[in-house]
């Protein structure tokens, strides 16, 4: 008996490609990158989990900035056979809003208020998604977006400090280790 988690790897990425009208790319082995449309991404997630890709590994997001926009990469599992999917769609940088996945996998909530803090986008039906998960005091462009500039970040926030060189200092930790590896060599 073949239930709808144990169909075929070239079935699926064939009923994707019918259906959604994906691009399909070979990565490696048992990896492929199927990148959509931004309207029929999700409905392409909800076809890939009822086709037994029920495992969503990671939310992650890549800022093309020259193009004006951010790329979403759900990456999706499949235990029974090993192969992992990696659904791309595109958004715009200036407006970066898309649609929570956070009933089809519960843990999205967490990957898309990552995303929302490091990158800026927003997900609609994610309630939560605008509650600081890590950068609890931030108050600048979110740090991962490529127009971010961290010297002036660090140089507002963050007195300068000048250091001096202590030769001695380097001279004994270099020599502490020219000595554990001479027990190395000799041995």
Not at 26 to 35: G, P, S
Not at 39 to 57: R, T
Not at 162 to 180: G, M, P, S, V
Request: charged share 35%; net charge negative.
């Amino acid at each position: 008996m073949t239930n709808s988690t144990n169909k075929p790897v070239t079935e699926v990425l064939g009923k994707a490609k019918e259906l959604f009208n994906v691009k399909v790319e070979d990565i490696a082995e048992r990896q492929y990158k199927l990148i959509a449309e931004k309207d029929k991404a999700i409905p392409l997630l909800a076809f890939l989990k009822e086709s037994g890709y029920s495992h969503l590994s990671i939310l992650t997001c890549v800022d093309w900035i020259e193009e004006k926009k951010f790329e979403l990469v759900y990456i999706l599992f499949n235990w029974s056979n090993g192969v992992t999917f990696l659904v791309s769609t595109f958004i715009d940088r200036d407006k970066p809003v898309f649609y929570t996945v956070k009933d089809m996998w519960p843990t999205a909530e967490y990957y898309e208020r990552d995303v929302h803090e490091f990158f800026g986008v927003e997900f609609e039906g994610n309630e939560r998604c605008k509650l600081p998960l890590i950068l609890e005091l931030w108050n600048d462009l979110p740090p991962l977006r490529k127009d971010f500039d961290p010297l002036k970040y660090s140089k507002e926030h963050f007195p300068d400090r000048e250091y001096e060189k202590d030769a001695i200092h380097e001279a004994k930790i270099i020599r502490a280790d020219l000595e554990n590896t001479r027990g190395d060599i000799n041995g």
